[in-house]
């Protein structure tokens, strides 16, 4: 008999099957003594839509909503059944006894198998493998010590019910707002409340009044100092006082107070992914999902790291005694200084910070593997990502950091003066950056060490050398990165005013393995655009938002939500509960949009108007340049594409030069060298790529349904006016175009 794996996906199957003896490949899965190893693609099943509930549901109608039906099934995926139907025949087969779950060891990898297997009606033995490295030794011990998977029910009901969640709140709040203001406008329970970050960001610097302030700087000779008008502030407003400040050259000042500390810094943790996607995005402008893909492959195919979507920043005691393996695998590596000397005088392997098994849930901080570096093999993008790993984890195997400070006041005309002072006593982990030539991202700028004179004491006269006024201007607060809306949305708590739900609160919005989807998702719909590092609301984007339930917009609700599935996860909360509450919400949710005064009026600055229903058109720039105006109304939904087409002018390209010959005859020379440079001249053309509807109905002066609508021409209708089509479809042309010149 033999036990059937199902990994999360081709190149995991691959590797487990290598591991365990399999070489006979088939179609979809690979073949061995005791096992047989298969994949999913990600989801192979998903929730059915609601169409599959009732007929009624085909059209989007107000009326007609909520749509909660008793309990939600599920579908195969059509675009991956082929190997949906692999794995369900596998599972038919006589010498296959039991069945082992190999997809991704998290709540997301869970529910790929379990609805794989509800779907496909296994109702035999089972068993879960997990791991938190692919290397071989990982996959060889993991296999050794499966788990029956029952431990691991609790997961798959939260993972379920976050589905469901999603699913009563999105297509409900979803319909409800498209149909009451009549243009595509999508919602979501993490989505939504993300958008409202940077819209309410956008608020704020649109409402920014600045104003100036005055800073002032002394040099004393042997240092300088600031003025500080209060103990934390450098800034001050009274014009009179700069002024006066300028001319303060040459002025005696006294120095009223020395004051030294001991401090101790203690190592920092290691890394989860939330905080390594910030700190890849502040040191080499990563997105979060690029450091997310990046990192993939540095756990799936190199191997020489551990599990990614992780929220824990600490390790198990059981990891302790596999430290040593892990320094010894960066031996090759610009660390190898630092590797010599923890191999050589140790390393602290008992931080109980650190070593900390209540702070780990399903997987431990991103380390190391056992697995030996080879550099040559990495990209240059898995290579700076790698090395922040590696430094993050040879600091935290470091001593705490341990310094003085040194804080200096000195008195100018009653005026207070500071300079402070950092100097280093024991370097401890701050060193490793050092000895690699690394910077490290846990240090800024201020951190500078600058040595204190000890020949100062208190009572001392100074001299001011030179001073510096500087006017500045307050500066509206900054749009976000990813790293900082990856911050924002891990504590979104912050933004809660309530202290009891703030204390509640502890997951934020979306979780650690989700973040950098549901931000690229952003930007697909057209929510937000990139510009540089920051991203900028869009105007549909901004209306979403405006229009959006209030409850849905705040972090509160969706925060609360996910505090509930870990707890479901956990088994200490009834899944059915939670589906009650959530369709009770959905259901408050559509009431309330139905219930607004508001109307759909984005600023589209750039747009333009649309000929058949005179609304503003959205305008968006296709991959090849050209310009589409596309009319938001679900009504009428007119698209147009500008394009440039370049003007030929003859006459210009070329001087002629006439005269007379002796015979009579006219000689014309035609010159190109003396050719007159004429600019070239494009013309603007405009072509129709989605008639309206109300043109069509005009036409057919009867009204059709919006699902039965199609356009007979040779583009591809692109309608329902969501940016993720539209940009689907402009990949599809730009392939087309390219088939048509390798043609
Ligand atoms: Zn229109």
Known sequence: MKKLVIAEKPSVG???AKNLGCFDRSQGYIEGESYVVTWALGHLVELSPPQHYSEKYKRWSLKDLPMLPEKLDETVIEETKDQFDVIASLLKRDDVSSVVIATDAGREGELVARWILKE?????????LWISSQTEKAIKEGFETLRPSSEYDNLYHAAECRAQADW??????????TCYYDTKLSCGRVQTPTLALMTQREDEIERFLGSFYYSCRANFGLFSASYYPEDNSIRFTDENLAKEMEEWKGKKGRIVSIVNEEKSEDVPLGYDLTELQRDANISYGFSAKDTLETLQRLYEIHKIVTYPRTDSRCITPDIVPTLKDRIKALSNTPFSRQVDEYLKNGFRENNPRFVNEKDVSDHHAIIPTEETVRLENLSENEKKLWSLIALRFLEVLGDNYEYRTTTLKVNVENKIFIARFSTPLKRGYRGVSLSSGMKSPLLTSDDEDSFFLPSLKEGDEVTVESIKVRKSSTTPPERYTDATLLSAMEHAGRFVEDKE?????????????????????LVQNRYVERDGKYFVPTAKGREVVRLSPTLLRSPELTGVWEGRLENISKGKESPDLFIKDIKKIATELV?????STLVFSPDFKDGKKCPYCGSMMMRSQDSDGSIHFICQKLSCQYEEREYKVKVSSPIASSKKTFSTTESGKIKVVISKKSAVKVPTVYETKTEVVRESKLQYKRDNKERKDFSSFSFSKDRKDSGNATMADFFKLSKEREEERKNRKKK
């Open 14 to 16: 691959r590797e487990i």
């Open 120 to 128: 496909a009606n296994w109702n035999g033995k089972c068993e879960r």
């Open 168 to 177: 009563y709140v999105g297509m409900n709040v979803t319909r409800a707002l």
């Open 501 to 521: 739900l703030k204390a509640n609160l502890t997951c934020g919005l979306g979780t650690v393995a989700t973040r950098a989807d549901i931000i690229e998702k």
């Open 591 to 595: 009431a309330d949009v139905e219930k």
